[in-house]
């Protein structure tokens, strides 16, 4: 009898003990789940010259007034494959590109996430000649040395093109240049055409020494991207849902302010008022920035199965492995 207490005893013991530790681990996972994330000191924005949201952002000190405890620090890149690259060393917390960049930096297994997106404009892009070229039809460009920034949203916004008129890369001899290096060649007429986005289309199409043989109106609509790391969006995902917002604030403004809107562009780009006026007028009212959906997850997921089928890409990538869902 005594043997079976003492027995019993244990036996209560024991379940008390567990019940005591399952309480302590719940509490303790309770707790874990309250800790603040850590303070966001600095805030490293990389933008070029075609985020006009940034640019206007940077002028009206936006990201300054929503983040009044963190120091806002903004670095210029020339395209998308340089502000993504900046992203991967760390040298920036959320950078914008185009449709493409982002997919090339996914494929050298680079930890980049997808933000948020926005609808780029119908004629965000074209595919310039030289004024006086002989070129009438996309289907003539066979054989031609055509300048494109390589992993640019004009990377495929040409591979767009090419495929419409029944051509290949094969077919034509791509030039990998920095937009700037592109309109010093079309200049000297030592490549016979450009894709490029806005704002040097615009800048090129009224220096009038160009002329358009074919825009992004001819193509299904394409997106921008805001992109993050995996260690941001999961140490700061208050941060990052504050970000959008911000981003959504200002593109209220710009559709508010259109005049001062292309002043700012102007004035913090280089470019002619004239220019500016020009992208102003052509971009998407208004331009929300949202997270990403299936429709928009399923368009990246053509353009990366196209890029590796083309051998344009190492490896092969699975959009929907790589964009931030808003937790």
């Given at each position: 009898?005594?043997?079976?207490?003492?027995?019993?005893?244990t036996?209560?013991?024991?379940?008390?003990?567990?019940?005591?530790?399952?309480?302590?681990n719940?509490?303790?996972?309770?707790?874990?789940?309250?800790?603040?994330?850590?303070?966001?000191?600095?805030?490293?924005?990389?933008?070029?010259k075609?985020?006009?949201?940034?640019?206007?952002?940077?002028?009206?000190?936006?990201?300054?007034?929503?983040?009044?405890?963190?120091k806002?620090?903004?670095?210029e890149?020339?395209?998308?494959?340089?502000?993504?690259?900046?992203?991967?060393?760390?040298?920036?917390?959320v950078?914008?590109?185009?449709?493409?960049?982002?997919?090339?930096?996914?494929?050298?297994?680079?930890?980049?996430?997808?933000?948020?997106?926005?609808?780029?404009?119908?004629?965000a892009?074209s595919?310039?000649?030289?004024?006086?070229?002989?070129?009438?039809?996309?289907k003539?460009l066979?054989?031609?040395?055509?300048?494109?920034?390589?992993?640019?949203?004009?990377?495929f916004?040409?591979s767009?093109?090419?495929?419409?008129?029944?051509?290949?890369w094969?077919?034509?001899?791509p030039?990998?240049?920095?937009?700037?290096?592109?309109?010093?060649?079309?200049?000297?007429?030592?490549?016979?055409?450009?894709?490029?986005?806005?704002?040097?289309?615009?800048?090129?199409?009224?220096?009038?020494?160009?002329r358009?043989?074919?825009?992004?109106?001819?193509?299904?609509?394409?997106?921008?991207?805001y992109?993050?790391?995996?260690?941001?969006?999961?140490?700061?995902?208050?941060?990052?849902?504050?970000?959008?917002?911000?981003?959504?604030?200002?593109?209220?403004?710009?559709?508010?302010?259109?005049?001062?809107?292309?002043?700012?562009?102007?004035?913090?780009?280089?470019?002619?008022?004239?220019?500016?006026?020009?992208?102003?007028?052509?971009?998407?009212?208004?331009?929300?920035?949202?997270?990403?959906?299936?429709?928009?997850?399923?368009?990246?997921?053509?353009?990366?199965?196209?890029?590796?089928?083309?051998?344009?890409?190492?490896?092969?990538?699975?959009?929907?492995?790589?964009?931030?869902?808003?937790?």
């Open positions: 009898m005594k043997k079976v207490f003492a027995a019993a005893v036996l209560g013991l024991s379940l008390s003990l567990i019940s005591c530790t399952k309480t302590e719940v509490e303790s996972e309770k707790q874990d789940s309250e800790k603040p994330t850590e303070a966001l000191k600095t805030f490293n924005i990389g933008y070029q075609a985020a006009l949201k940034f640019i206007v952002a940077k002028k009206n000190k936006s990201f300054e007034q929503a983040f009044p405890e963190t806002v620090e903004w670095k890149f020339p395209a998308g494959p340089q502000t993504l690259e900046a992203l991967n060393v760390g040298a920036i917390d950078g914008y590109t185009g449709d493409t960049p982002v997919i090339f930096a996914l494929s050298a297994n680079k930890p980049i996430k997808y933000l948020g997106y926005e609808i780029n404009s119908k004629n892009h595919l310039l000649l030289p004024k006086d070229s002989p070129i009438k039809d996309v003539e066979k054989g031609k040395r055509i300048a494109v920034t390589q992993g640019s949203s004009a990377h916004f040409l767009q093109v090419l495929d419409q008129a029944q051509l290949t094969q077919d034509i001899q030039i990998w240049l920095t937009p700037a290096d592109a309109r010093a060649a079309i200049d000297k007429k030592s490549v016979d055409a450009w894709a490029i986005w806005d704002p040097y289309a615009s800048a090129a199409s009224l220096k009038g020494d160009t358009v043989l074919t825009d992004a109106t001819h193509v299904p609509p394409a997106y921008s991207f992109s993050s790391t995996d260690n941001f969006l999961q140490s700061h995902p208050a941060e990052a849902k504050k970000f959008i917002e911000t981003l959504n604030e200002t593109d209220a403004w710009i559709n508010a302010h259109p005049d001062e809107t292309a002043q700012i562009l102007a004035e913090s780009t280089g470019i002619e008022l004239e220019v500016a006026k020009l992208v102003i007028e052509k971009r998407r009212n208004p331009a929300q920035v949202n997270l990403l959906n299936a429709e928009t997850v399923d368009a990246q997921q053509k353009i990366a199965d196209l890029f590796f089928n083309l051998k344009l890409i190492p490896n092969a990538v699975q959009i929907k492995d790589n964009f931030w869902n808003g937790q």
